[in-house]
């Protein structure tokens, strides 16, 4: 990559407003089912666990589609694949809100995580390739802002649109915001790929560029706490408003606007991202961040205290943030060279790492285990904080993958 990919230029910042419309709906997309689990369950007679799935089928399609998003990002320009992958997603939204059962919902939210996928990472991508490390962070942290938003309203709209007027109409609202993203993202003309930038599109030229790229230590830690962090951030989140509801009386509406406040804490993160980067620095961030989040998630599982349980979501979404926006940052400068295919398998971890801890915290919930699993997660939160924060790096040169024919 050169020095020029991280020249100012006008446009960029008209870029990343549809950008982050476009993360806004991705987002939303995937957190739209969490306050609706139970209407899900009321509606196709399931148990709690296996309503999960709906969670679950898009975080496994959203994760393993990175390995097929980052090299078509790489050699067919990251902002095409953006506009296109939020026109296909309208269309599936609109399929899932016609599911006449339950196995067609899950398939279709697998086919949603699966046209989704591509939006983020390549966002983040894309920040990588034209902001200069010095800046990244902080201009991650105001993209993360419409990405947090987009949280906060499919937490709260799936919740209250399924009370209110059935399940159906939150999908149909979401296809609503991918196709104006799409429409605004196609109104402007992204710049083609330069042959010298252009990454070659083949099976065996992805494939040898993620081994390549897996032979890198750094990749590889970064990638093993992604994996880590999906799990244990993640893992407990879709069962809290349930949680809520049983624990406190809140009908589903009320627990899905609590559940808000976790994009709250992401939002506040966002806005005061260069005070809190220059006060902790990345590993005050990394270590504060994950024990904040642990906090958190035992005041949720044990608080007899509505009130506390209430701020702990809030606490819970700064608490992420801080550890996830560290982490991200060292994803997007493992692989400078190949930035677009790295940052999508560090998705693909995240994403993989979702779909595992939400599965079988679902198991635990489905045996009557939930403050057991919310306490592990507690523990292991406190670990990966203090393991992240050990290790992290600043900027380092571009490390070049080993040497592989990838033509």
Known sequence: MTSASHTAHPDHAATLRLLGLAGFSAMAALRICDAMLPSLVHSFQVSTGDAAWVVS??????????????PLGDAM??????????LASALICLLTALSP?????????????????????????WVG????????????????GSIVLGMMA?????????EMWGWQSAFLSLGLGFLIAAISLLRRRAPATSAASAVPLSARASIARTTALFQIPRVRWVLGFALIEGALAYGWLPFAPAWLVSQFGYSISTAAAIMVLYGVGGLLYSQFARRWITLLGERGLALGGGLL?????????????????????????LGFYM???TLQTQATQMAPEARGTGMTLFACSLFLGQALGVLVVGLFVDQGGLLTSFSAIAALLC???FAVSRGVQGRVPAATPPSHNVS
């Open 57 to 70: 089928s898009f975080a496994l399609a959203y994760g393993v589609l990175q390995l097929f998003y980052g």
């Open 77 to 86: 320009g990251k902002l095409k694949v953006i506009t296109w992958a939020c």
């Open 101 to 125: 059962n339950f196995t067609t919902l899950v398939i279709a939210r697998a086919l949603m995580g699966a046209t989704a996928a591509a939006v983020i990472p390549l966002s983040l991508a």
């Open 129 to 144: 390739d034209q902001v200069a490390y010095e800046q990244r962070q902080e201009t991650l942290a105001r993209l993360l």
């Open 154 to 162: 499919g937490q709260w709209f799936g919740g209250f649109a399924s």
């Open 293 to 317: 989040l642990a906090a958190s998630v035992i005041g949720i599982a044990w608080s007899p205290i509505a009130a506390l349980a209430i701020g702990g979501c809030g606490l819970a979404g």
């Open 323 to 325: 550890l996830h926006s």
């Open 383 to 385: 670990v990966t904080g």
